[in-house]
């Protein structure tokens, strides 16, 4: 089972883009999905999360305020709207499915079944 993410490219500082993530094979409404995003010499981070039923949605603390995380589910589809992004939020962007949101000083998704969608890149010039 794999998630299908899209929606990077290229923009300048200060532009918005809409990331998409969807599954041609499982309902993304039975879970929490979450978004995360991992930079050139740098770990993986959690960006955005939300759960099943969009009980909660979290973010991590660079992005609040200006990133969105929603849920179509008539389209099975998460996304990420990213609004007024800066230099720093240059990376992969992936996706995630699993049981539920996991929050704190970082976000992330419980790992009982893990999975994950290939990314894509997001390249904002400053």
């Known amino acids: 089972v794999q998630l299908q993410a899209s929606g990077g490219g290229l923009v300048q500082s200060g532009a918005s883009l809409r990331l998409s993530c969807t599954s041609p094979?499982?309902?993304?409404?039975?879970?929490?999905i979450g978004w995360f995003r991992q930079a050139p010499g740098k770990e993986r981070e959690g960006v955005s999360c939300i759960d099943v039923g969009d009980a909660a949605r979290y973010y991590v603390e660079s992005v609040e305020g200006r990133f969105t995380i929603s849920r179509d589910s008539a389209k099975n589809t998460v996304y990420l709207q990213m609004n007024s992004l800066e230099a720093d939020d240059s990376a992969v962007y992936y996706c995630?499915?699993?049981?539920?949101?996991?929050?704190?000083?970082?976000?992330?998704?419980?790992?009982?079944?893990?999975?994950w969608g290939q990314g894509t890149e997001v390249t904002v010039s400053s």
């Open positions: 094979q499982i309902a993304l409404r039975d879970f929490a």
């Open positions: 995630a499915a699993d049981h539920f949101c996991v929050s704190g000083p970082n976000i992330t998704l419980t790992k009982y079944l893990e999975i």
